[in-house]
């Protein structure tokens, strides 16, 4: 079960993102990434985050290039950091 949750809003956010799963992978800390926009897809974006914990996600780290709406949606969503 992955600890970590790598959520971005468009492929575009990828090169970016995958840095933080550098540094998960140099600790051997289990992630998986996800691409779900805020904007076109919410309801996914909070179904994503009500689910997290049930998948053993303990953290979720969020981010998007051309709005920083992401990180905000996931935490209206989930009190997990």
């Known amino acids: 079960m992955p600890a970590v949750g790598i959520i971005m809003g ?17 600790f051997g800390v289990s992630y998986e990434m996800t691409i779900c926009s805020a904007h076109r897809l919410p309801e996914q974006t909070a179904k994503y985050a009500t689910t997290a914990a049930e998948r053993g996600i303990q953290v979720i780290i969020a981010g998007a290039g051309g709005a920083a709406h992401l990180p905000g949606v996931i935490a209206a969503y989930t009190i997990m950091p």
Request: proline share 0%.
């Open 10 to 26: 468009s492929d575009s956010d990828l090169a970016i993102m995958k840095e933080a799963a550098d540094i998960l992978d140099s």
